[in-house]
C-alpha cells in the first residue's frame, strides 16, 4: 500500500524524439494542436499531459508510448 | 451566441462614446434651463434621453443575458477578462487561477461582512447617567440587515451622544463594493494566471 502511494516521477523523451525528426517545438504544437509553451513545459517537466495528449504525441511520432514517457519513482 | 445577442452587444457598445458625449453636454444644463434655451438645445436635449434610456434597457436586457445564457457568458466575459484556454495545460491552468481568486474573493468578503456588520462606538454620557462614576461609555454591537433600513433614529440618537470615536459599518456604498469587487476578481484571476504560467 504504502509502495502504491510513493511519489511518482513521469520522464518523458519528447525532446529525444523531437530532434530525431527534425522538428521545432513550434511545429510540434501545431501538429498537435496545442500551443508552444505546453512543449515546452511539458519537455521541461513542468507538466504532465493528459493521457490523450500522450498517446497524440506518441501517434505523432509513431513510437509507443511507453517509449516517449516513463514513470520512476521519486526519492525522498 | 444568437445574432440578435451579438447585435445588441455591438449597439451596447458603439452607443457607450455617445452616451458619455451626452453626459458631458447635458452636464450644464437641467430640464428647465433646456426647455427655455429651446431649438436644437432642447431636441438634443430630448434625442440625448431617449439614447440614454435605450441604453440603459439595452444594459439591462445584456445583463440578464449573460446570467441566464452560459455560451454568450463564455463568449462575451472570457473576452472582458482576457481568459484564455487554447489546450488542456491552459484549461488546468484556469481552473486553478479560478479557485485563487475564488477564495481570496471569499476571504475579502468575509473580512468585508465583518466590516460592515461590526459597529464600535465611544462616548461620554451625561453625569447623571454615569455607571460606577464613569461617563465614557464604550458600545459594540453587530448589526446585520438583508435589507437596507433606515436608522436615521439611531443616527441622530448617537448625534445626540457626545462621540469619541464612533464606527457603524463600512464607509463606502454597495455600488463601490461591487465595482471594487468586479476589478479585483480581473485583477486576481490574470495575476494568478500569469503567476501560473511562469
Given at each position: 500500500m504504502a509502495k502504491l502511494a510513493a511519489q511518482l516521477k513521469i520522464i518523458n523523451r519528447l525532446h529525444i524524439f523531437r530532434a530525431e525528426h527534425r522538428i521545432t517545438q513550434e511545429q510540434l504544437a501545431k501538429e498537435i494542436g496545442v500551443t508552444r509553451a505546453t512543449i515546452v513545459a511539458i519537455e521541461g517537466g513542468g507538466y504532465n499531459p493528459s493521457l490523450e495528449l500522450a498517446f497524440r504525441l506518441a501517434r505523432y511520432f509513431k513510437a509507443d508510448i511507453n517509449d516517449l514517457f516513463s514513470v520512476e519513482e521519486e526519492s525522498k | 451566441m444568437r445574432k440578435l445577442d451579438s447585435l445588441l452587444l455591438r449597439v451596447?457598445?458603439?452607443g457607450l462614446p455617445i452616451v458619455i458625449a451626452f453626459a458631458v453636454f447635458v452636464y450644464?444644463?437641467?430640464?428647465?434651463?433646456?426647455?427655455?434655451?429651446?431649438?436644437?438645445?432642447?431636441a438634443l436635449y430630448n434625442f440625448g434621453g431617449f439614447v440614454f434610456g435605450a441604453w440603459m434597457i439595452l444594459s439591462i436586457y445584456l445583463s440578464v443575458r449573460l446570467i441566464v445564457s452560459g455560451l454568450f457568458r463564455e463568449k462575451v466575459l472570457a473576452k472582458?477578462?482576457?481568459?484564455?484556454?487554447?489546450?488542456?495545460r491552459e484549461e488546468i491552468l484556469t481552473g486553478k487561477a479560478a479557485k485563487s481568486t475564488m477564495l481570496t474573493s471569499l476571504a475579502?468578503?468575509?473580512?468585508?461582512?465583518?466590516?460592515?456588520?461590526?459597529?464600535?462606538?465611544?462616548?461620554?454620557e451625561r453625569p447623571e447617567k454615569a455607571i460606577d462614576g464613569k461617563t465614557t461609555i464604550v458600545s459594540l454591537n453587530v448589526n446585520f440587515n438583508a435589507l437596507q433600513s433606515n436608522?436615521?433614529?439611531?443616527?441622530?440618537?448617537?448625534?445626540?451622544k457626545e462621540n469619541m470615536v464612533s464606527y457603524s459599518g463600512l464607509p463606502v456604498s454597495s455600488s463601490a463594493v461591487i465595482l471594487g469587487l468586479i476589478i479585483w476578481q480581473i485583477i486576481s484571476y490574470n495575476f494568478s494566471m500569469r503567476r501560473l504560467l511562469k
Open positions: - | 451596447f457598445l458603439y450644464p444644463y437641467d430640464l428647465e434651463t433646456s426647455d427655455r434655451a429651446g431649438g436644437y438645445i432642447k472582458i477578462t482576457f481568459i484564455k484556454e487554447r489546450d488542456e475579502i468578503l468575509l473580512f468585508l461582512l465583518c466590516l460592515s456588520c461590526f459597529q464600535v462606538s465611544v462616548y461620554s436608522q436615521q433614529g439611531e443616527l441622530e440618537e448617537l448625534l445626540q
